[in-house]
Nanobody, 119 residues
Framework: QVQLVESGGGSVQAGGSLRLSCAASGSGFSIRDMGWYRQAPGKQRELVARIISGGSTNYADYVQGRFIINRDNAKNTVYLQMNSLKPEDTAVYYC?????????????WGQGTQVTVSS
């Protein structure tokens, strides 16, 4: 079993920054790619950014140039540096990992962390 634990959410004023972290724990697993999604009230969950094991990244258009995703493979941890935050970035942010465990790939999710940006 693999668990993802997020940290780093909180409240910030528009223009500010936050850094989210997500650490995967368990045994006998290998992570292929990791990412961050978000869900605002009344809206569907949407992709924010993803990073694969080789380091390639992709970002949603609405965060391009403001957010940076990176990962520490040795620590099975992914980070999301969020800069120039806007009120519309307010959402619950979820960590996601595509993991090989027990010979099978599966998607795992963290519990979510709240990010609130005030104007």
């Amino acid at each position: 079993q693999v668990q993802l634990v997020e940290s780093g959410g909180g409240s910030v004023q528009a223009g500010g920054s936050l850094r989210l972290s997500c650490a995967a724990s368990g045994s006998g697993f290998s992570i292929r790619d990791m990412g961050w999604y978000r869900q605002a009230p009344g809206k569907q969950r949407e992709l924010v950014a993803r990073i694969i094991s080789g380091g390639s990244t992709n970002y949603a258009d609405y965060v391009q140039g403001r957010f940076i995703i990176n990962r520490d493979n040795a620590k099975n941890t992914v980070y999301l540096q969020m800069n120039s935050l806007k009120p519309e970035d307010t959402a619950v942010y979820y960590c996601n990992a595509f993991v090989l465990v027990g010979g099978h790939y599966g998607a795992y999710w963290g519990q979510g962390t709240q990010v609130t940006v005030s104007s």
